[in-house]
């Protein structure tokens, strides 16, 4: 018996001389823009995985987790950027936080781990670690964020961050979160306490140390809605230019004013501005 009628015509198999040796065609499936950009982005969530230890079952979720509000388009998508998840995040790295504290620092009391809490769970805090894993190169921003220097902003890392962890939660589940924060937050937790002195307080010292009036702080812009505000506040002391700070509340806003008029007079101090 002949084994030929079980196999595919040689025709079907043959190469189309019309095509041999010419390359792909970018409007041909699998080719092409979208597809090129596609396969980038997903090179570069999988370089994000490695570098922070966890790869997703669910890659839609680490997804959301690096959506800016301002990469959708329609009221209707506010809940596909990463603000709900930044929520979830948010208490999930508060409680993993909490815990390491708890064993790391068996003879501390209540006040020195609340003051390490408060320190290592900051929106700067979670925004260096950010920096770290290099989060900032795959979040996405809308055209005039991302032109605006979106991708350094410390509210964005520090949100996104957030997200991820909220992200990583939901996707493995409490022990996969907990590792998470382990291994970005472990180094910093046995960093030396930061002094109670916040920036305003330092400002304030230092002002009355030569002669000068309290400083004087006045909002100068609100903008953005209302769940989600960002104020822009001044500092003022007589004989010095005026500095600005922004943050998400006014006591956000002036303590950035005041760190950013610390820096122009030179005075270097080590400080925590919850």
């Known amino acids: 018996m002949s084994g030929g009628r079980a196999g595919k015509p040689a025709s079907s198999e043959a190469p189309n ?106 929106k700067e805090a979670c925004a260096d670690v950010g920096r770290a894993i290099e989060l900032g190169a795959v979040i996405r921003l809308g055209a005039s964020e991302a032109n605006a220097g979106g991708r350094g902003r410390t509210a964005i890392l520090a949100d996104a961050c957030e997200a991820m962890i909220g992200a990583v939660f939901i996707d493995g589940g409490y022990p996969a979160a907990a590792a998470l924060v382990e291994r970005l937050w472990s180094e910093r937790m046995h960093q030396p306490a930061r002094p109670l002195r916040d920036s305003k ?21 609100r903008k953005g809605p209302d769940h989600d505000p960002e104020f822009r506040v001044s500092v003022e002391l007589p004989d010095l230019a005026p500095a600005e700070g922004l943050g998400r509340s006014k006591r956000a806003a002036e303590q950035a004013a005041a760190a950013a008029m610390l820096t122009r007079a030179g005075v270097k101090s080590d400080r925590r501005d919850g």
């Open 17 to 122: 001389p019309s095509t041999a040796g010419k390359p792909p065609d970018p409007a041909a499936p699998g080719h092409g823009p979208k597809s090129n950009a596609k396969e980038r982005r997903r090179r570069e969530l999988a370089a994000l995985e490695h570098r922070i230890g966890y790869r997703f079952k669910d890659a839609a979720l680490l997804e959301q987790a690096l959506t800016h509000i301002s990469a959708l388009s329609g009221a209707r998508n506010r809940a596909a950027s990463y603000q709900r998840l930044e929520f979830l995040g948010d208490h999930v790295l508060g409680l993993v936080v909490s815990d390491m504290l708890f064993h790391a620092f068996a003879k501390a009391d209540e006040g020195e781990m609340s003051r390490r809490l408060a320190d290592l769970v900051r």
């Open 201 to 221: 307080t330092v400002l304030q010292e230092w002002a009355q140390a030569r002669g000068l009036p309290t400083p004087a702080y006045r909002e100068v812009e």
